[in-house]
Every structure is written in structure tokens, then in C-alpha cells.
């Protein structure tokens, strides 16, 4: 099993900056391939970013490029969601994911991912 608890939301206003942080524990954590999701009220949870196990291939989708970098520090568990120039369409409720098959490219969907964390709020104010 593993286990994800995602940190770092908040309230701020348009323009500001957060850095989300996800934990993982239990099983071969520094092999798992990490995912960021978000769901806003009324809308299905989408994706945001991933990154592979390795680290080597990382992307995210087109509506944060240029905005939000996904990155990992294995040593420590940890998978960060740095995210600039927030907008108040970033409003949302972000979600840890991780799968474990340990594959080079990561996925963009849902059902690609094993586990997944409680998640935080990030509430931007125009």
C-alpha cells in the first residue's frame, strides 16, 4: 500500500505563487510515477501534471504550461506542484496521485493512477 498526504494550499490572490507538497509512504515509494490532478466544484477532476519515476520525463497539461512546474525529491518522499502567476480559474481542489508500475511515461488520466491523496484546497481571488 501506499499512502499520499498532500499539503500546502491556501487562499491567495491572482498573481501569487503556492507550492503544493505531496508525501508518499509505504511500499518502494521512490519508484512510483506521481501525478497532480485538480477538481474544481461542478467539474470533473482533470489533470494538472506528472512526472515520471526516474524524473526524467515530466509534463503538464496546456492550461498551466509556462505556470506550474511538477518535481520530486526522492530522498525525501516528496512531490511538489509549484504553481505561479495563479488564476482564479485555478480554484480547485488538487490531488495527489502515484501509480506504481514504474512506467517511463507518465499518464494523464484517472484511471492510470493506484492511489491517491485526500487532497488540498487552493482558492485564488481575483
Known amino acids: 500500500q501506499v499512502q499520499l498526504v498532500e499539503s500546502g494550499g491556501g487562499l491567495v490572490q491572482a498573481g501569487d505563487s503556492l507550492r503544493l507538497s505531496c508525501a508518499a509512504s509505504?511500499?518502494?515509494?521512490?519508484?512510483?510515477?506521481m501525478g497532480w490532478f485538480r477538481q474544481a466544484p461542478g467539474k470533473e477532476r482533470e489533470f494538472v501534471a506528472a512526472?515520471?519515476?526516474?524524473?526524467?520525463?515530466?509534463y503538464g497539461a496546456d492550461s498551466v504550461k509556462g505556470r506550474f512546474t511538477i518535481s520530486r525529491d526522492d530522498a525525501n518522499n516528496t512531490v511538489y506542484l509549484q504553481m505561479n502567476s495563479l488564476k482564479p480559474e485555478d480554484t480547485a481542489v488538487y490531488y495527489c496521485?502515484?501509480?506504481?508500475?514504474?512506467?517511463?511515461?507518465?499518464?494523464?488520466?484517472?484511471?492510470?493512477?493506484?492511489?491517491w491523496g485526500q487532497g488540498t484546497q487552493v482558492t485564488v481571488s481575483s
Open positions: 496521485a502515484a501509480n506504481s508500475g514504474a512506467s517511463p511515461r507518465p499518464g494523464s488520466t484517472t484511471g492510470w493512477y493506484d492511489y
Open positions: 509505504g511500499r518502494t515509494a521512490s519508484r512510483l510515477t
Open positions: 512526472i515520471s519515476w526516474s524524473g526524467g520525463s515530466r
